[in-house]
């Protein structure tokens, strides 16, 4: 019933051609093989797989047809996994007619067919996996043994006197370590610095 309402909204609309419609993965992937279509509406949970396992299937074959996934899932999970799959979409199924056609038409223009709050969503996991490790940091620019005993200090509560007493440097020296540990480290202070480098083993724990 909800395919041959949307077969009816896409007849309806002038820069829209039906060519095909299927209800499982196994004829989705053959009915867009066989069609070739340039844009491809799938439905998340089908009788024998979901539409992920479709995508995959059907960009593996040719990567150049535009697949949005239709849902009523709003789970980021779901969200990212479909993203990661290949899908150029991602649209839940209480979106009205106007704002799902305004929305497919936007993928001719290079546009994901996304809502804000998923763009939001992808941005933000994006960050968080591409963001560098420590270990990656440290790896590229390690600290120096002098910086290593300044950190030790740090993670011991010294302030940077009592490091400079203990080291026999002037505060200053110790000011310029700690601005290059925590630059390296890719932290803000140096109690953050401090739980960095034990988590990543640079330092004992105190």
């Keep these: 019933m909800l395919r041959d309402g949307l077969v009816s909204i896409l007849h309806e609309q002038p820069d829209f051609e039906v060519v095909g419609e299927a209800g499982s993965v196994a004829g989705a992937i053959e009915t867009v093989l066989s069609t070739q279509p ?9 009788p024998d ?4 396992d479709a995508t995959k299937a059907i960009l593996a ?3 150049q047809i535009e697949i949005v996934i239709l849902t009523v899932h709003e789970e980021d999970d779901l969200l990212f996994n479909a993203v990661r799959s290949g899908a150029k979409g ?4 209480n979106i009205s007619a106007k704002e799902m056609i305004a929305t497919l038409q936007g993928l001719s223009r290079g546009d994901a067919a996304l809502m804000p709050a998923q763009t939001r969503s992808i941005l933000s996991e994006f960050a968080k996996t591409s963001a560098p490790q420590a270990t990656d940091l440290y790896a590229s620019n390690p600290l120096t043994e002098r910086e290593l005993e300044v950190l030790e200090l740090i993670a011991a509560g010294a302030t940077n006197r009592e ?7 002037s505060p200053y020296t110790v000011k310029n370590h700690v601005h290059n540990i925590l630059n390296k480290l890719q932290v803000d202070d140096r109690h953050e610095a401090a739980k960095v480098a034990v988590k990543q083993r640079l330092i004992s724990a105190r």
Excluded: A, Q, R
Excluded at 163 to 169: A, F, K, R, T
């Design 163 to 169: 490091i400079g007493i203990e080291l026999h440097i």
């Design 61 to 63: 074959e040719n990567p």
């Design 49 to 52: 797989g979901n539409g992920l």
């Design 90 to 93: 991602y649209l839940l199924k």
């Design 38 to 46: 340039d844009l491809v509406l799938m439905d998340y949970s089908l």
